[in-house]
């Protein structure tokens, strides 16, 4: 059974940084996206950004392209999203996500993915 977890989340100051990480369990992951997604209260689900396991090759939302940076640990099966120049409006619930590769699909909604985590909260402050 695939298993998710986050962690790393936290209060930061806008202009500062955090990494995320999300441990994964249960598969072997070669033929999956490890994907990111946030929620903020009274939005949807919003994708972030998704790494090919087998690959390494990445995928960035438009609105966080240049200060989110992925990456993996293939021996410890975990994801690092890593964040800087925190803005307000990235505060929200970050969700790990682990869903098999779709041909012709990017990786980048939600119904892509099979498998989520519990999410961990991250709130810039100004």
């Known amino acids: 059974q695939v298993q998710l977890v986050e962690s790393g989340g936290g209060l930061v100051q806008a202009g500062g940084s955090l990494r995320l990480s999300c441990a994964a369990s249960g598969s072997t992951f070669s033929s999956y996206h490890l994907g990111w997604f946030r929620q903020a209260p009274g939005k949807e689900r919003e994708f972030v950004a998704r790494?090919?396991?087998?690959?390494?090759?990445?995928y960035y939302a438009d609105s966080v392209k240049g200060r989110f940076t992925l990456s993996r640990d293939n021996a410890k099966n975990t994801v690092y999203l890593q964040m800087n120049s925190l803005k307000l409006e990235d505060t929200a619930v970050y969700y790990c996500a682990a869903g098999a590769v779709r041909l012709g699909r990017v990786g980048a909604l939600p119904n892509e993915y099979d498998h989520w985590g519990r999410g961990t909260q991250v709130t810039v402050s100004s």
């Open positions: 790494v090919r396991w087998s690959s390494g090759s990445t």
